[in-house]
């Protein structure tokens, strides 16, 4: 018989966030998460690497599809120990992102033995959502 996973708590996924340089770069922070209901949420605050034209305090759309992989990626990774592979990813940009910071919910749709399915909505500092994403994620961790 085999273990359940260990499930991580929020300091647990923020101290990865950390030692990550690529996810402690993009300054990634926990906002919560809830086992039961299978959601996490993350915010990504702005710096002038990820605008898209300097001092417009819009996003590049690259990290911000950076930050859905990783919110996605987490709401699995949550439930089964640590950060998972990325099998597909699919992300509609619906505004501008602009403002000092976004924030992302995931919520995972399906979490079978070899796949896993996460939508993730972007918001604005306004409440606005700016942003969806799907991915596809391999629940083995990595």
Avoid: C, W
Avoid at 14 to 41: C, E, N, W, Y
Avoid at 101 to 123: E, M, Q
């Amino acid at each position: 018989m085999s273990e359940a996973p260990k499930k991580l708590e929020a300091a647990d996924i923020q101290a990865m966030f950390d030692r990550s340089p690529f996810i402690g770069f993009l300054g990634l922070k926990v906002l919560g998460l809830d086992h039961a209901a299978s959601t996490f949420s993350a915010r990504m605050p702005l710096r002038p690497e990820l605008e898209r034209r300097a001092g417009t305090k819009q996003f590049h759309g690259g990290p911000v599809a950076s930050f859905i992989d990783t919110v996605g990626d987490f709401a699995i990774g949550m439930l089964v120990g640590g950060g998972v592979p990325t099998i597909n990813l699919r992300i509609d940009y619906l505004r501008p992102s602009v403002g000092d910071y976004i924030d992302a919910t995931a919520v995972v749709r399906r979490a079978g033995k070899s796949t896993a399915v996460v939508d993730i909505d972007v918001f604005g500092p306004d409440g606005k959502l700016v942003a969806v994403g799907r991915g596809t994620y391999s629940p083995q961790t990595a």
